[in-house]
């Protein structure tokens, strides 16, 4: 079956450029989480959806992160006037619920790079 | 200090080895525990999960110590395949569940 789905899978901005990440979660899954992963480092939590819910964004770096899940479905990050410090993967997760043992589905990720 | 912290490695082990990796996470209020796999470039996916009575999958032992919040991998008969970072994880600790993630321990199986 279809698994958790995210583009573009490769994005170059130039500084200060907007940009708008997209996830496509498994059909039916409930809880939707955003990660940044560093070059050599582990998965870092940015953000958490419960349906169209926004629960935590306690992980947002900045106010220029801002993530969406306006229908419960489909999720948007989207990063204003980018800087370097934001290349990173960003990494799109799902759920079926929003219990703590279920398991996370992840996404391919989105490679942002920021010149 | 991080939350969760694993030794970087890398481990280079040849082919049949048996290697374990150990992990540390800090927040005693963590409910539940994973392994994590990430390939090269690509997502991570669950290896399994770990249960405080310890748990076994073919060549893959997890063992979870909550009194000393200690979490362990042991992988058998190492295969080329098993090459991989392997990401420790712990959920649970907040309201959100998410996956609290170590900075993963790089291992390398050579023939």
């Known amino acids: 079956g279809a698994g958790v789905s995210q583009s573009p899978r490769y994005k170059v901005a130039k500084r200060g450029q907007d940009v708008a990440l997209r996830c496509d979660p498994i059909?039916?899954?409930?809880?939707l989480f955003w990660y940044q992963q560093a070059l050599g480092q582990g998965p870092e939590f940015l953000t958490y959806?419960?349906?169209?819910?926004?629960?935590?964004k306690s992980g947002l770096p900045s106010d220029r992160f801002f993530a969406e899940r306006p229908e419960g479905s489909v999720s948007t990050l989207k990063i204003q006037r980018t800087q370097q410090e934001d290349s990173a993967v960003y990494l799109c997760a799902s759920s079926f619920r929003q219990f703590s043992y279920n398991e996370q589905f992840f996404g391919p990720g989105t490679r942002l790079t920021v010149l | 200090r991080k939350e969760v912290e694993q030794d970087p490695g890398p481990f280079n082990v040849p082919e049949g080895a048996t290697v374990a990796f150990n992990c540390t996470y800090s927040n005693s209020a963590s409910q539940s525990f994973f392994w994590y796999r990430q390939d090269c470039r690509k997502e991570p996916k669950l290896l399994m999960s770990?249960?405080?009575s310890g748990n076994e999958d073919g060549r893959f032992t997890a063992q979870l110590n909550r009194a000393s919040q200690y979490i362990s991998l042991l992988i058998r008969d190492s295969k080329l395949s098993d090459s991989a970072t392997y990401l420790c994880?712990?959920?649970?600790?907040?309201?959100?569940?998410?996956?609290?993630f170590g900075g993963g321990t790089r291992l390398m199986v050579k023939p």
């Open positions: 059909s039916g899954h409930v809880s």
């Open positions: 994880v712990v959920n649970g600790a907040n309201a959100g569940n998410m996956l609290t």
């Open positions: 959806f419960q349906n169209e819910a926004q629960l935590d």
């Open positions: 770990v249960y405080s």
